[in-house]
């Protein structure tokens, strides 16, 4: 089975902070995917990647930036940690033939 | 751009019962749909995925329909349990280069 593993379950961290939230795959997926989710919001998607070296905006590019150096790492920066991206974040990978295949999600509290 | 809606937001029944998730999306030129589930706190499991030239997928007791023409998929569970009390999302994908896009989900209790 496909893993994709994100490296915290839980994070806090302090306003203005830069913060790095990993997200590694194991089945030389392609496509890697950052979401935010919050509750009456569902899930909203903050940048992809289609391929190494390769990103592209999602709804709510604002305040982040990402990084995909190897095929297998996708990582979500937030520059300048603000209390309003207190969230769950959640990674993805997919082969579009078979689907997505989510990490278990990281917590984060910016206080 | 693709909307998807699912309703109802919540749902409880009691234990045994057999029930249905429905979900809808304005634009039935689809590449597939996926259903997932999420407990409290978690990531998303995948369940079932249902490719546009498929009309339903199996899984245990689970089942999942796909008609385009009306913009509509379920999600049929039989014989529900406590343990399937959770969150459930549909999320369609257009085409291979647009990312998958989600309803809301409907938080489903299974009362013993």
Known sequence: DVKVTQSSRYLVKRTGEKVF????????????????????????????SYDVKMK???????????????????????ESASTNQTSMYLCASSLVQYGYTFGSGTRLTVV | ??????????????????LVLNCSFTDSAIYNLQWFRQDPGKGLTSLLLIQSSQREQTSG???????????????????SQPGDSAT??????????????FGKGTRLSVIA
């Open chain 1, 56 to 78: 592209e905006k999602g709804d709510i590019p604002e305040g982040y930036s990402v990084s995909r150096e190897k095929k297998e790492r996708f990582s979500l920066i937030l």
């Open chain 2, 1 to 18: 751009k693709q909307e998807v809606t699912q309703i109802p937001a919540a749902l409880s029944v009691p234990e045994g019962e057999n």
């Open chain 2, 88 to 101: 459930y999302l549909c999320a369609s994908l257009l085409s291979g280069n647009t990312p998958l896009v």
């Open chain 2, 61 to 79: 007791r689970l089942n999942a329909s796909l008609d385009k023409s009306s913009g509509r998929s379920t999600l049929y569970i039989a014989a």
């Open chain 1, 21 to 48: 939230l990993e997200c590694v795959q194991d089945m030389d997926h392609e496509n890697m995917f950052w979401y935010r989710q919050d509750p009456g919001l569902g899930l909203r998607l903050i940048y992809f």
